[in-house]
């Protein structure tokens, strides 16, 4: 398979496998008490789970300012060191947050604010530009985003970042942020159970790259089959938005019922049940470019295999969606 992709009309090329840092900021939580990390985590494993993706030929790495308010913006900056130039570097803003309580506290979208927090960020990545910015509030007004795709335009112009794009599962709103020169992408949720074929085809007709996160189902496409143990994972009290978990963090049947009637087909080639949900995206459009979380180097080393496998081929993605009845 063709190992690298393009950022849409940035030129900017990515390795077809990108690695999502919301699992390494650790714990946070709302300031209700809702956990919205993935629980405990051991930076130094972290950082040796980055430097063997790097080693292993993935150059795409994406954070956000709030995940582990800041603490995986750092972790990956330390993680990177000199090698910065060896990758690029995706982080989000739009979020306020305490770094030492570790609670978000809500949401800013001003102009004023994405400043600030693109300096806060270049700071913790230790770095002197973003290669691409993405706006994280998923429901921002779509007058006030044109305002902010205007203010992302103007950091390229200073030489802050290199692209941008809006983090969001609406495609009307994604279009906005799109009718600026330097849009890159949309970042939005894709994976086997849940396909997204309007954002896909505004990436298409938009020439932007689409980048999925939840690849892997939180989990669930990598074989998970319990929920969480640990009550500081977000995934222990389900948010309305994660689909594919029930009340008191079990795994949802029907889900689970599914992915059995899929794995023949997710694990062929010798692939593990992990690699084939990342073989079904990029099957799925040559402009995917998915983003699975990662918390050892175990997972790390698993989660890049799957680019020696490559895509699901168009017959496999048919009995796909027929299987799930689509």
């Not at 980055?50 to 956000?64: I, M, N, P, S």
């Not at 983090?167 to 086997?192: I, M, Y």
């Not at 074989?223 to 969480?228: A, V």
Request: hydrophobic share 40%; glycine share 10%.
């Amino acid at each position: 398979m063709e190992t690298n992709r393009t950022l849409g009309r940035s030129g900017i090329e990515v390795s077809a496998l990108g690695f999502g840092c919301w699992a390494i900021g650790g714990e946070w939580q709302s300031s209700e008490g809702q956990p919205l990390g993935w629980g405990k985590v051991d930076d130094e494993e972290s950082v040796r789970a980055v430097r063997r993706a790097l080693d292993l030929g993935v150059t795409f790495f994406d954070t956000a300012d709030v995940y582990g308010t800041g603490h995986s913006e750092r972790v990956l900056g330390r993680a990177l060191g000199k090698r910065r130039d060896d990758v690029v570097l995706a982080t989000k803003w739009g979020n306020v947050f305490d770094e030492e309580s570790r609670i978000l506290l809500g949401t800013d979208d001003t102009p004023a604010h994405a400043r600030r927090a693109l300096t806060a960020s270049l700071d913790r990545l230790g770095t002197d530009r973003i290669d691409l910015y993405q706006l994280h509030i998923s429901d921002a007004d779509p007058g006030r985003a044109a305002e902010l795709r205007d203010t992302c335009e103007q950091f390229v112009r200073e030489g802050l970042i290199r692209a941008y794009a809006w983090s969001t599962d609406d495609p009307a709103r994604a279009a906005v942020f799109a009718e600026g020169e330097h849009c890159a992408a949309v970042q939005h949720a894709l994976n086997v159970m849940q396909d997204a074929p309007d954002l896909l085809a505004l990436c298409e007709e938009s020439d932007l790259a689409s980048i999925n996160r939840s690849p892997l189902a939180m989990g669930l496409l990598a074989g998970k089959r319990q929920g969480p143990q640990d009550t500081c994972d977000i995934r222990s009290k389900p948010p309305a938005w994660l689909p594919g978990f029930g009340n008191g963090a079990t795994a949802d049947p029907e889900w689970l019922r599914r992915i059995d009637a899929l794995k023949d087909i997710l694990t062929s080639e010798g692939r593990t049940l992990a690699q084939g949900a990342l073989a079904w995206i990029w099957a799925r459009s040559p402009r995917t470019v998915p983003i699975p979380g990662f918390r050892s180097v175990t997972q790390a080393e698993q989660n890049a295999g799957a680019m020696e496998k490559g895509p699901l081929t168009a017959d496999q993605l048919t009995e796909v969606d027929r299987i799930l009845g689509r």
